[in-house]
């Protein structure tokens, strides 16, 4: 089918985001009555505040609402049984999708062999707090970076052909009830199917969340890194692009000795030779990251940079760490058995 004749419905999760559909909503209700989409779904997932509902609705939105609270995936879900449209364009509550979305959209599935397309944040998140400006620019920088023939997906601002979508059981919301790694492992199904997903850095959104630096650790380390590694180790979710790539790994292993070697300057008379270790891995700390610094110092400045990049050698370390953890759990904890049986069952079953 002709990229410019398919039918486009918008599906939006939507938990006590109120706030944020109010800034969110408009644009899409804009694409519908300009004839760029076909509708906009807003799924209630049983929010206590029942503004909810009444803003999506006095927005002109078509608003589903779900029987219990089963995490974006699972409304994602139940709203792909209802949509009308050829696309499912999946956008986060708090992601105000630009204007030429659809546009970007049709010109995408240019090909039958794409099932999918997603895009990145825009580099204008409203909240000016370091927390909020790091992840966000972080996240833009990697997918901006990222080949365009992907490996993976993202469902933040990403679409999916429904008939796909149904074809393979849409997003796995009985593993992941909250915000994780859904649309990672979705991806990789997509792409274990035979599926090509395509990577446009002109889908682009603005990303209202206002980050606290606590809740970025906490974020990365128990949605993002614990549920990622478990996928890496039985078998999925490592490829050699974004943030996983090799160049990556390479980074997070400086990262950490980096870290090492400025404690033991803390106490010179254990290594008498870490201070000068400390500035040669700190050249070399540079040197990996100088794409990354000039990005953050391109859009915030040198300050901003400066600190983007320590606390980049942080979330390296925390990371890997997180990983590392898990895998001698996997291996010496029983769970690999466990894991590859419960693989082995589903493959039986289909």
Same mark, same amino acid.
């Given at each position: 089918?002709?990229?410019?004749?398919?039918?486009?419905?918008?599906?939006?999760?939507?938990?006590?985001?109120?706030?944020y559909l109010?800034?969110?909503?408009?644009?899409?209700?804009?694409?519908?009555?300009?004839?760029?989409?076909?509708?906009?779904?807003?799924?209630?997932?049983?929010?206590?505040?029942?503004?909810?509902?009444?803003?999506?609705?006095?927005?002109?939105?078509?608003?589903?609402?779900?029987?219990?609270?089963?995490?974006?995936?699972?409304?994602?879900?139940?709203?792909?049984?209802?949509?009308?449209?050829?696309?499912?364009?999946?956008?986060?509550?708090?992601?105000?999708?630009?204007?030429?979305?659809?546009g970007v959209?049709?010109?995408?599935?240019?090909?039958?062999?794409?099932?999918?397309?997603?895009?990145?944040?825009?580099?204008?998140?409203?909240?000016?707090?370091?927390?909020?400006?790091?992840?966000?620019?972080?996240?833009?920088?990697?997918?901006?970076?990222?080949?365009?023939?992907?490996?993976?997906?993202?469902?933040?601002?990403?679409?999916?052909?429904?008939?796909?979508?149904? %074809? @393979?059981? *849409? /997003?796995?919301?009985?593993?992941? &009830?909250?915000?994780?790694?859904?649309?990672?492992?979705?991806? !990789?199904?997509?792409?274990?199917?035979?599926?090509?997903?395509?990577?446009?850095?002109?889908l682009l959104?603005?990303?209202?969340?206002?980050?606290?630096?606590?809740?970025?650790?906490?974020?990365?380390?128990?949605?993002?890194?614990?549920?990622?590694?478990?996928?890496?180790?039985?078998?999925?979710?490592?490829?050699?692009?974004?943030?996983?790539?090799?160049?990556?790994?390479?980074?997070?292993?400086?990262?950490?000795?980096?870290?090492?070697?400025?404690?033991?300057?803390?106490?010179?008379?254990?290594?008498?030779?870490?201070?000068?270790?400390?500035?040669?891995?700190?050249?070399?700390?540079?040197?990996?990251?100088? %794409? @990354?610094? *000039? /990005?953050?110092?391109?859009?915030? &400045?040198?300050?901003?940079?400066?600190?983007?990049?320590?606390? !980049?050698?942080?979330?390296?370390?925390?990371?890997?760490?997180?990983?590392?953890?898990?895998?001698?759990?996997?291996?010496?904890?029983?769970?690999?058995?466990?894991?590859?049986?419960?693989?082995?069952?589903?493959?039986?079953?289909?």
């Amino acid at each position: 089918m002709d990229g410019q004749t398919l039918k486009i419905s918008v599906i939006m999760p939507a938990y006590n985001a109120a706030h944020y559909l109010e800034i969110s909503l408009p644009p899409l209700i804009a694409m519908r009555e300009r004839g760029e989409i076909e509708e906009v779904l807003v799924v209630d997932d049983c929010s206590p505040d029942p503004s909810n509902i009444k803003v999506a609705e006095k927005l002109g939105a078509t608003v589903i609402r779900m029987q219990k609270n089963g995490g974006p995936g699972a409304a994602r879900n139940y709203a792909a049984t209802l949509a009308k449209g050829d696309i499912l364009w999946l956008v986060d509550a708090d992601v105000v999708a630009h204007e030429t979305g659809a546009g970007v959209l049709r010109r995408s599935f240019v090909s039958d062999e794409i099932a999918a397309v997603f895009g990145s944040y825009d580099r204008n998140p409203p909240a000016e707090n370091f927390a909020s400006q790091y992840k966000n620019l972080v996240h833009r920088y990697y997918h901006q970076r990222g080949r365009e023939d992907s490996d993976t997906f993202w469902s933040g601002c990403g679409a999916i052909r429904r008939s796909v979508y149904g %074809d @393979l059981g *849409g /997003f796995d919301g009985a593993k992941y &009830g909250r915000p994780s790694i859904e649309d990672i492992e979705f991806g !990789h199904r997509m792409r274990a199917a035979g599926w090509k997903i395509r990577l446009a850095h002109d889908l682009l959104g603005t990303h209202l969340k206002r980050w606290a630096l606590a809740e970025v650790v906490r974020t990365d380390i128990f949605q993002r890194a614990v549920p990622w590694s478990h996928l890496i180790l039985s078998g999925r979710g490592m490829n050699n692009d974004l943030n996983v790539s090799g160049g990556e790994r390479i980074k997070a292993g400086v990262a950490l000795m980096w870290w090492l070697v400025l404690f033991a300057c803390l106490v010179p008379a254990f290594w008498p030779a870490a201070p000068g270790m400390f500035v040669a891995l700190s050249g070399l700390v540079g040197f990996l990251n100088r %794409d @990354l610094l *000039g /990005f953050f110092k391109g859009n915030r &400045g040198v300050w901003f940079a400066a600190r983007a990049a320590v606390y !980049h050698q942080l979330y390296y370390v925390y990371s890997s760490t997180t990983f590392v953890i898990c895998a001698l759990t996997y291996h010496l904890g029983g769970k690999k058995e466990v894991i590859v049986r419960r693989i082995d069952q589903k493959k039986a079953a289909a």
